[in-house]
T-cell receptor
Framework: DTEVTQTPKHLVMGMTNKKSLKCEQH?????MYWYKQKAKKPPELMFV???????INESVPSRFSPECPNSSLLNLHLHALQPEDSALYLC??????????????FGEGSWLTVV | AQRVTQPEKLLSVFKGAPVELKCNYS??????LFWYVQYSRQRLQLLLR??SRESIKGFTADLNKGETSFHLKKPFAQEEDSAMYYC??????????FGTGTRLQVTL
């Protein structure tokens, strides 16, 4: 199994809603990532978890709250988002973080629309 | 700071023609370079990386440190090569930074 699975595939939420994006991998990877991709733009790193601890937060607004309950799961909790937060949110994983030759595997993404 | 530049947003070639997708990078240390591909309605996936020096689906890329380039090449384009291609770099703090991407369109 070399897949990263993300749910839901599509999410529409209001600016006052609270929702979560979920990500799962069963490759035994100890590094997991959240990326944000706007239309026709490259993915931009948001967060990195290494061994279930937050290693990198790329100055992401607090309305995005990541959580890593265990080594296979990664969540992104969303609250009070703005319309400009509408994007494709990509989860990814790799065996470890920071090692040369690390291959990062991406999920299909969750399309988020904030109305 | 690390940066990846892909100067072409769109590259259109005929089937059977050679392909070269350009990638230049800026990084003061020793970077790791990658090419990722995203086919229509599919996930982003690794195509190749410079440390492997391998050829995948007929594509190759050579790291040229003098020119700070990592261009992707294929001698004969196929229709199924049509996709979005991203050059990416891992440098500072092992963070993966993507270029803006080049859409390759192979026509008959």
């Amino acid at each position: 199994d070399t897949e990263v699975t993300q749910t839901p595939k599509h999410l529409v939420m209001g600016m006052t809603n609270k929702k979560s994006l979920k990500c799962e991998q069963h490759m035994g990877h100890r590094a997991m990532y959240w990326y944000k991709q706007k239309a026709k733009k490259p993915p931009e790193l948001m967060f990195v978890y290494s061994y279930e601890k937050l290693s990198i937060n790329e100055s992401v607004p607090s309305r995005f709250s990541p959580e890593c309950p265990n080594s296979s799961l990664l969540n992104l909790h969303l609250h009070a988002l703005q319309p400009e937060d509408s994007a494709l949110y990509l989860c990814a994983s790799s065996s470890v973080f920071g090692r040369a030759g690390n291959t990062i595997y991406f999920g299909e993404g969750s399309w988020l629309t904030v109305v | 700071a690390q940066r990846v530049t892909q100067p072409e947003k769109l590259l259109s070639v005929f089937k059977g023609a050679p392909v070269e997708l350009k990638c230049n990078y800026s990084y003061s240390g020793s970077p790791e370079l990658f090419w990722y591909v995203q086919y229509s309605r599919q996930r982003l996936q690794l195509l190749l990386r410079h440390i492997s020096r391998e050829s995948i689906k007929g594509f190759t890329a050579d790291l040229n440190k003098g020119e700070t380039s990592f261009h992707l090449k294929k001698p004969f384009a196929q229709e199924e090569d049509s996709a979005m291609y991203y050059c990416a770099l891992t440098g500072t703090a092992s963070k993966l930074t993507f270029g803006t991407g080049t859409r390759l369109q192979v026509t008959l």
